[in-house]
């Protein structure tokens, strides 16, 4: 949720910055907005309502020059998307502008107060009343940038990510972190400075990084290193990080959305995820997290899983996976609820979190109070160096590369995929499960990448199916087993960027309730391939054929039987019941995907929806 994009150095600022925002689009936002200074002092801001693109119009025939600059992209918390709220925000002196992400809880308080000053606002947001105070204290108590900053940081409650810079003062800029990403890049000889809310819209000018850490706030000042301390003024000791990203993986490679590049990414995601890790050949599989944590991990009475979203359906196919080989009980919290519940939590826990940005705020705010209260906390998380994976005990990275799109889709069966290795090599290392079944997992964990690909052969079939789903107003999912938590996903994506209401149920569960809805307007999407429930899922799509409902149906390659009552079938290879998420849920993104597509939406920035949540 919104981005934030900034650089100092020799170059001219603005490209750097509008390609940057380009580059957050996937984050999610209304309005967006650029900050530019020169070295003889002037500030130009710029910000218009809508995309990057409205604000590269407005800013045409405009004077863009300049060495230092900020950027942002909004998602509304206070005030409406307007050209008024957007960022940056500057000080009624019109010296210092700002650009934040995140939420000052007490920002009405803080108003007052400066209104009591004689301070005036001209947006509805928070920010600006945070880019008031830092001149208030400036101004009041003859502070520095740097020194002004963190004695405003002081008073404010919330979450935060801030860039600040002073007309008067061309050669610096501050930034800031709490509970809100921010990441800064290094260029050769300190002669230069980028930073952002990711390492995607920087990467490509350096991979140096260093990774802000709550209550940190950074000076970058031209020549020299950057200077970190916390808000008790206490310096902080840099860590940088050299960051590797395939800045192929940032363009559309010929695919017409980002969405479905990354679709058809991943078989080669799935693949690297299981590289080094899956050893087919040696019969075994091979995790550091296991091997470094063993015997934590072997003594572990109870799993919880806390994840958002998608990542949440992730968690039900882990809790089956942990269940079933491990013998070990598992809970799947939303960490948005786990965090208030005053939730029970016993030092032999372990507390895996999952989060493809690994910076989701709910999530990241369960797994500390996890860790607080004594518990090992395990990261699934697919970017290097994110809150998440920094907090964690120990954990997996998916490597499954940046993902663009908002709708998430290979994240998703990155985090099968992890959970699948992980699961498998507890119980082996416990005993739980035989020989004979865990190779046989193993070997056909190695069969997936090729099996995907021959699902997405199906591609044209299945779009010729989406285009009757584009009518629909509403839409049920079906499964059991394995499958429920893919019903689930498939009903999240289609509402997620064709806004069809649709729901995801365990089939047996529709006598309960759904099938009230079913009639021949009610299309009823099964995902039915061959497991111990098969016969069962048979019988609940008869029942919905006794009502006229329309049926779609994902099954096992030569299902007759479904063929025979569905409207139609989606065909995937034969599988294990446990890998068969992995393949079962590639046709419902590609039903998803095409469907947004024949409605002419925008698949890979749905509205009202940011690719990280990093505020509550």
Known sequence: MCGIVGYIGYREAYPILVKGLHRLEYRGYDSAGVALLKKDGELNVYKEKGKVSNLEQLVELKDTSGEVGIAHTRWATHGEPSRLNAHPHVSQNGKLALVHNGIIENYASLKTFLESKGFTFKSS???????????????????????????????????????????????????????SPLVIGIGEDYKEFFFASDALPIVEYTNQMIYLNDGEVALLKLGQKVEIHNLDNEDIDPKIKEVDINLDSLEKGGYEHFMLKEIYDQPRCIADCMRGRLLPNEKRIVLSAINQHREKLLRAKRFIIVACGTSWHAGLIGKQFI???????????????????????????????????????????????????????????????????????????????????????????????????????????????????????????????????????????????????????????????????????????????????????????????????????????????HHQLYKKILSNIEEVKARNGRIIAVVTKGDEAVKKIAEATIEVPATLPATAPLLSVVPLQLMAYHVAVFKGLNVDQPRNLAKSVTVE
Not at 133 to 158: C, H, M, P, W
Not at 453 to 473: C, G, M, N, P, Q
């Open 125 to 179: 947001t928070d920010t600006e009343v945070l880019v008031q105070l830092i001149q208030f204290i400036k101004d009041e108590y003859n502070k520095d940038l740097e020194g002004a900053v963190v004695s405003a940081l002081r008073r404010v409650t919330g979450a935060y990510a801030i860039a600040v810079i002073d007309k008067d003062f061309p050669d610096k800029i501050v930034v800031a972190r709490n509970s």
């Open 323 to 529: 269940e079933q080989w491990c013998q070990i009980p598992v809970e799947v919290e939303y960490a948005s609820e786990f965090r208030y519940r005053k939730p029970v939590i016993m030092s032999g826990d372990v507390v895996i979190a999952i989060s493809q940005s690994g910076e989701t705020a709910d999530t990241l705010a369960a797994f500390e109070l996890a860790k607080h209260k004594g518990a090992l906390c395990f990261g699934i998380v697919n970017v290097v160096g994110s809150s998440i994976a920094r907090a964690s005990d120990t954990g997996i990275y998916t490597h499954v590369g940046p993902e663009i799109g908002v709708a998430s889709t290979k994240a998703f069966t990155g985090q099968v995929t992890v959970l699948t290795l992980f699961a498998l090599a507890l119980a082996h290392e416990l005993g739980c499960i035989s020989q004979v079944e865990y190779e046989k997992y193993i070997l056909e964990m190695a069969r997936i990448p090729e099996k995907m690909k021959e699902v997405l052969k199906a591609d044209s079939v299945i779009k010729d199916i989406s285009r009757t789903l584009t009518y629909a107003r509403n839409a049920l999912y079906m499964g059991r087993g394995f499958n429920y938590p893919v019903a689930l996903e498939g009903a999240l994506k289609l509402k997620e960027i064709s806004y069809i209401h649709a729901e995801g149920y365990p089939a047996a569960e529709m006598k309960h309730g759904p099938i009230a809805l079913v009639d021949e307007n009610m299309p009823v999407i099964f995902v039915a391939t």
